[in-house]
């Protein structure tokens, strides 16, 4: 799955994303070690700090409950970061097909089965 | 309940005993022990994604997706009101039936899903085997048990299959997946030649039947045309003989490499001479009377499917035909979605899941409680998933068709469109799917809402548009009469076209490319500059797959690329 994300250029800027273990769903790093849902929040690293950044994580991703750990290139626009392959900008965004399922929808209570 | 089913049986699905239940209670039993070991740590995630994926359930973008088996794509009213439940509880309200008839939930969290297979498990379904390298799900075709041409329930025996291939200690640990397709009347309804195994039934000698076996055909990287084994083969070897195909693939299939792991490359790689002699050898060698399907055998499978009980129809026929008369909409509908039944007075109805401008094959809970409602009321409780992702009611009377019809309106369900440019075939593509270099959905909806009219459709005709959002071909874009296959350009999602393929009867073909990748509104012009030269070009009742084999790619090509 790296192979396609891990387009990366010596000069560019970069986020940190996995998907949490528990329910799949996407986060991103945040500046203060937490994991975010929403891309917004993600802390920024110079292409050339990504590996090691990613070192540290994979080391924890058991203990933080996080699976596919990766580095996503992006450019930094007005509303924060954003991914510069479709694919992460979909990821960030959610489905383009559903506008309604964005990154912060929440799943109501489950209902008991019946 | 005990080993022998009771007297009253489920239309048309097979009758599980007491033996299947504890098997599938222990499956999740041990699943959920294994996502308890997970979650705290004892299996790591390189050892646990093995596990998950003989349970169905993916890691997508977004989220885990669960893909739940629907064996020979039948199930009954009760088994979709839990798939409606399930969309609803755990997932988004919906869910996407697939080409391999199976329904796929995308929003699904690993900790609900020991719960969800449980529920599952109640009604006697799950997501076992839709994974990995072993014997797939076996496809039957849509109309099995009701079309008026059918020769044989293709569904007897694909459980037959089933059941020799479930857990079979030699085949689950095959190269690669392995995928049966059984079509149970002489017209191919299933795309035999693009599956590992296809079966044609065919009339044989004392009224019992004989197949038609076709290996090695495939789609995804390397698509590749199935070659006819034997044209003749009694029922009663049917399973002898797959065995030895089995056992020729298993011996000499190749494990080291992923792409050159299915048995079409098997196939291709001896020639279809040397690989029917090791078939032929390995059946002549092999313990015959150890694998005969005998008759009784096959009877006994037979008996328990549940027959519908047909009543008499009275003047059903003449009131239909009243109603079509009053009702063009009504009319349309007709002459697009019903097939013709084996019982005087009844029809089947494809429901299309393909409205004006919507997903291909998503289906809300609201609208799966419907289709279970009306199965209940007028078609025995029994519903089908077809390959083309819309839904089958089999056992129709033609004067409940009106009914039928409105009620499906009402709840988008009526589109008039089936084996039209607008059924369209599409994967997830890169809005869900981990693997996708593009999206399919959305251009999917552009030609949908493009070609929307119901007159210009009709004008159209017959025509398979089908999407791929990568090359592994989930949308089947090279059986399309046009496909769309989705690229990636530097990061940039574009759509390559391919020209002239076909699955069906008789005259499988690859479609051919027709150039270099184009932009998603690039492609959906030139898709429709490509239906202008067929109406332009086309000869008095011509369909779009003649006219393109008798023109050749070329003038299509022009079109494709000609800027306005
Ligand atoms: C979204 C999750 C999915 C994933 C990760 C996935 C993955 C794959 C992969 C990797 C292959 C190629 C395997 C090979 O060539 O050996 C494949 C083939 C296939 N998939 Fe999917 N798929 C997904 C969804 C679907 C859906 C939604 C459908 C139906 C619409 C589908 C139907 C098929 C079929 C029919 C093939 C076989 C093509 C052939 O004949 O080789 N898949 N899939
Ligand atoms: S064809 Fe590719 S993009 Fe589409 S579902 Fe299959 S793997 Fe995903």
Same mark, same amino acid.
Request: glycine share 14%; net charge negative.
């Given at each position: 799955m790296d192979r396609r994300n891990s387009r990366r250029d010596a000069e560019g800027t970069s986020v940190i994303t996995a998907n949490r273990l528990l329910d799949g769903r996407i986060v991103w790093l945040a500046a203060d070690g937490q994991w975010a849902t929403l891309i917004e929040d993600a802390k920024l690293y110079p292409n050339s700090a990504v590996e090691e950044a990613l070192k540290a994580c994979n080391a924890r991703a058991q203990e933080e409950a996080l699976v596919g750990i990766y580095g996503v290139q992006v450019t930094q626009t007005a509303s924060g970061p954003l991914p510069v392959t479709s694919r992460e900008r979909i990821r960030a965004a959610g489905p383009s097909v559903h506008p309604d399922f964005t990154p912060d929808w929440h799943a109501p209570h489950p209902a008991p089965y019946a | 309940m005990s080993h022998s089913p009771s007297a009253a049986l489920p239309v048309g699905h097979y009758a599980y005993d007491d033996v299947d239940r504890t098997f599938l209670k222990q499956r999740v039993a041990q699943f959920k022990d294994q996502v308890e070991r997970r979650l705290s740590g004892a299996l790591t995630e390189e050892e646990f994604k093995p596990l998950r994926l003989m349970n169905g359930l993916y890691l997508q973008l977004h989220a885990y997706m669960l893909r739940v088996a629907i064996p020979y794509g039948v199930l009954d009213a009760k088994q979709m009101r839990v798939l409606a439940h399930i969309a609803r509880t755990y997932d988004r309200d919906y869910g996407h039936f697939t080409t391999r008839q199976n329904i796929q939930f995308n929003w699904i969290r690993l900790e609900d899903t020991p719960e969800i297979l449980n529920v599952l498990a109640d009604t006697d379904m799950h997501a076992i085997q839709t994974s990995g390298n072993c014997i797939r799900n076996v496809t039957a075709d849509q109309?099995?048990?009701?079309?008026? !041409?059918? *020769?044989? !329930?293709?569904r007897v025996y694909a459980e037959i299959l089933r059941q020799w291939s479930t857990l079979h200690p030699e085949f689950t640990f095959l190269p690669r997946k392995f995928k049966i397709a059984i079509s149970g009347s002489q017209q191919d309804r299933v795309a035999a030649r693009f599956h590992d195994i296809g079966l044609i039934a065919r009339e044989g000698e004392n009224g019992r039947p004989v197949f038609e076996v076709f290996v090695g055909g495939g789609l995804g990287r390397t698509p590749i045309i199935g070659v006819r084994l034997r044209d003749d083969l009694p029922e009663e070897d049917l399973i002898a003989y797959l065995e030895a195909v089995l056992r020729v693939y298993n011996a000499h299939g190749r494990r080291d490499n992923i792409y050159k792991a299915r048995i079409k490359i098997l196939v291709q790689a001896l020639g279809t001479e040397e690989f029917l002699n090791q078939v032929n050898a390995e059946f002549a060698a092999m313990d015959r009377a150890r694998y005969r399907l005998p008759e009784a055998t096959v009877e006994a499978i037979r008996a328990r499917f549940g027959a519908p009980d047909f009543a008499p129809v009275g003047n059903a026929a003449e009131k239909l035909a009243a109603q079509r008369k009053a009702d063009r909409a009504f009319d349309a509908w007709v002459h697009t979605n019903t097939h013709p039944h084996k019982q005087p007075g009844y029809c089947s109805v494809t429901v299309s899941c393909k409205p004006a401008g919507g997903i291909p094959g998503d289906v809300t809970s609201a609208q799966m409680d419907l289709l279970a409602d009306l199965a209940e009321r007028y078609s025995f409780g029994e519903l089908r998933i077809t390959h083309l992702q819309n839904v089958v009611l089999g056992h129709l009377r033609q004067d409940a068709l009106y009914d039928v019809w409105q009620a499906l309106e009402k709840n988008g369900?009526?589109?008039?469109? *089936?084996?039209?440019?607008?059924d369209i075939v599409a994967c997830p593509g890169l809005d869900y799917c981990a693997l996708a270099n593009a999206r399919s959905i959305p251009i999917a909806q552009k030609l949908s809402s493009r070609f929307a009219n119901a007159d210009l459709q009709r004008e159209i005709g017959p025509l398979r548009l089908n999407i791929s959002g990568c090359i592994n071909a989930c949308g089947h874009h090279h059986a399309g009469h046009i496909g769309i296959l989705g690229v990636d350009k530097r990061g940039e999602e574009a759509f390559q076209i391919t020209l002239g393929g076909s699955a069906g009867d008789g005259d499988a073909s690859i479609g051919q490319i027709l150039g270099s990748a184009m932009s998603e509104d690039e492609t959906v012009d030139a898709i429709a500059r490509i239906i202008d030269t067929y109406l332009s070009r086309r000869t008095a009742g011509e369909r779009f797959i003649e006219t393109c084999r008798r023109l050749g790619t070329a003038p299509f090509k022009d079109a494709a690329y000609a800027t306005a």
């Open positions: - | 109309f099995a048990g009701a079309a008026a !041409d059918e *020769v044989l !329930d293709p369900l009526g589109e008039a469109n *089936v084996g039209f440019i607008t």
